[in-house]
C-alpha cells in the first residue's frame, strides 16, 4: 500500500511538471518574437557583398565592421520626387520602433545614395535632419565606389529628365530594402517602397533575425 | 477519513498525470512545426525548370521549359500563392553554361536584383537547387544571368498572389 506521503509527493512532481508544461507551451503559443517573415526570403542566403563608402559626417564606413549585427540597407537620393521621401519615412518609423523595443543597438540602418553627384555628406545630413534619421548611416563617394556597390545589391540606376526642372535630373533606380541577418548574409529583401512596405513588415523580419543566435 | 483523503490524492494525481499527458502530446503532434517554422523552412512547392537552346524559325534561342521538349523563349509563367516557399531544381540540358536567377527586372548584363544571387553557372547535363520564399505580393521576374542569354529569350514572369 502506498503511503499518504509518497502520494503528496507524486502530486507535487506532477503539479510542478504540468506548471513548466503550461508556460513553456504559452510562450510558443504566443511568442514575443514574430515567427513568419513578412519579407521575401532566401532560405540559402549568401554573404552580403562588402563595401567602404563615406558617411552623413565624411566619416569611412565599412559594411563589414558591423557583421554580428542585423543590417537594413537600402538606396535613394536626395533629389527624388516619389519613392525616396516614401522609403526614408518607413526607415524613421522603423527606428522608433526599435528605439521603442531596446533593439535599436542591435541593428543598423544604412541608405546609399543612388545619386552622388549631388549627395554629398553635407546634402545627406540634411536629409537626416528632414527625416530624422539621426541613427542611420547616409552614404555616398565617389561615382566608381558608389556604382560597384549598385552593381553588387543588383540596384539598376539610371539618370533621366523630369518636368521639374528645378531638379535638374532625375534618378530612376531599384527601390528595394535588404536584411542582412547576424552572418552577414543577405536573407529578405522587400520591393519598393511604402505602401508596398511598412515600418512594421521591416521590424517584424528584424526581430526574427535579431532573435535567432548568430551561427560560430 | 484517511481513506478518503487517499482517493482525493488519487483523483488529484490522476487529473495532473493527464494535463502532463496533455502537454506532451500537443508538443509531439501540434506544436513541433511551429517551434521550428522561424529557422528551418520546408518548401511547400517545389519546380523543375529546364533550360537550353532551341532552334526556332527565328533562329537559336534560349529558354526554360517544364520538360527538356516544352522550352520556350521568353519562358513560362511562374505563378505562386503568397506565403509559398518554392524550391527550384534548375536542369541544364543545353550545350553551352546557363544559370537560374530570381530578378527583380530582367537585364541582359546588369540583372536587378542580387545578381550574385543566382544558382551560378550550370554545366550541361548539370543541375542546382535555389530555394524562396516569396512573402510579398507582386511581380517578379527570373532569367539566366550570362551576359546575354537573357536578350535571347532566356527569362519569364513570376506572379504572386495573395
Known amino acids: 500500500?502506498?503511503?499518504?506521503k509518497k502520494l503528496y509527493t507524486i502530486l507535487a512532481v506532477l503539479i510542478v511538471t504540468a506548471g513548466l508544461g503550461v508556460f513553456f507551451l504559452y510562450n510558443n503559443l504566443f511568442p514575443s518574437v514574430p515567427t513568419q517573415f513578412r519579407g521575401n526570403r532566401y532560405i540559402n542566403p549568401l554573404t552580403a557583398p562588402d563595401f567602404e563608402l563615406i558617411d552623413q559626417y565624411g566619416r569611412p564606413f565599412k559594411l563589414s565592421d558591423f557583421k554580428g549585427k542585423v543590417i537594413a540597407i537600402t538606396f535613394i537620393y536626395t533629389h527624388c520626387p516619389d519613392i525616396c521621401p516614401a522609403i526614408s519615412a518607413g526607415f524613421h518609423q522603423l527606428m522608433g520602433l526599435l528605439e521603442d523595443k531596446g533593439l535599436d543597438d542591435d541593428v543598423v540602418l544604412v541608405m546609399v545614395s543612388v545619386d552622388p553627384e549631388r549627395d554629398t555628406p553635407e546634402r545627406l545630413r540634411e536629409w537626416m535632419e528632414l527625416y530624422g534619421l539621426e541613427k542611420a548611416y547616409l552614404l555616398t563617394g565617389d561615382i566608381d565606389s558608389v556604382s560597384k556597390v549598385w552593381k553588387a545589391y543588383g540596384?539598376?540606376?539610371e539618370k533621366i529628365e523630369v518636368d521639374d526642372p528645378s531638379l535638374g535630373y532625375g534618378v530612376a533606380h531599384t527601390g528595394i530594402v535588404y536584411l542582412i541577418n547576424k552572418n552577414f548574409e543577405v536573407e529578405v529583401f522587400f520591393l519598393g517602397a511604402p505602401p508596398q512596405w511598412s515600418a512594421e513588415d521591416l521590424f517584424n523580419d528584424i526581430q526574427i533575425l535579431v532573435a535567432r543566435p548568430t551561427e560560430s | 477519513m484517511a481513506a478518503t483523503m487517499k482517493q482525493t490524492l488519487i483523483i488529484l494525481i490522476a487529473i495532473a498525470l493527464a494535463i502532463n499527458i496533455a502537454i506532451v502530446a500537443v508538443l509531439l503532434f501540434d506544436l513541433q512545426p511551429r517551434l521550428g517554422a522561424a529557422v528551418n523552412l520546408e518548401p511547400t512547392v517545389e519546380v523543375t525548370l529546364y533550360g537550353g537552346e532551341i532552334i526556332t524559325d527565328e533562329g537559336i534561342k534560349y529558354g526554360y521549359g517544364f520538360s527538356p521538349d516544352e522550352i520556350m523563349a521568353p519562358g513560362p509563367n511562374l505563378e505562386f500563392k503568397q506565403g509559398d516557399v518554392v524550391r527550384f531544381l534548375f536542369k541544364n540540358?543545353?550545350?553551352?553554361?546557363?544559370?537560374?536567377?530570381?530578378v527583380l527586372k530582367v537585364d541582359p548584363v546588369n540583372p536587378?536584383?542580387?545578381d550574385?544571387?543566382?544558382?551560378?553557372?550550370?554545366?550541361?547535363?548539370?543541375?542546382?537547387v535555389l530555394v524562396v520564399q516569396f512573402n510579398q505580393v507582386g511581380t517578379l521576374q527570373y532569367q539566366c544571368t550570362v551576359p546575354g542569354h537573357s536578350s535571347l529569350g532566356m527569362w519569364g514572369n513570376i506572379t504572386i498572389t495573395p
Do not use: I
Not at chain 2, 550574385?116 to 542546382?128: F, K, M, S
Open chain 1, 1 to 4: 500500500m502506498v503511503s499518504e
Open chain 1, 155 to 157: 540596384v539598376l540606376v
Open chain 2, 93 to 102: 540540358v543545353g550545350e553551352v553554361p546557363h544559370t537560374f536567377a530570381v
Open chain 2, 112 to 114: 536587378d536584383l542580387l
Open chain 2, 116 to 128: 550574385n544571387y543566382d544558382t551560378g553557372n550550370v554545366l550541361p547535363d548539370d543541375e542546382a
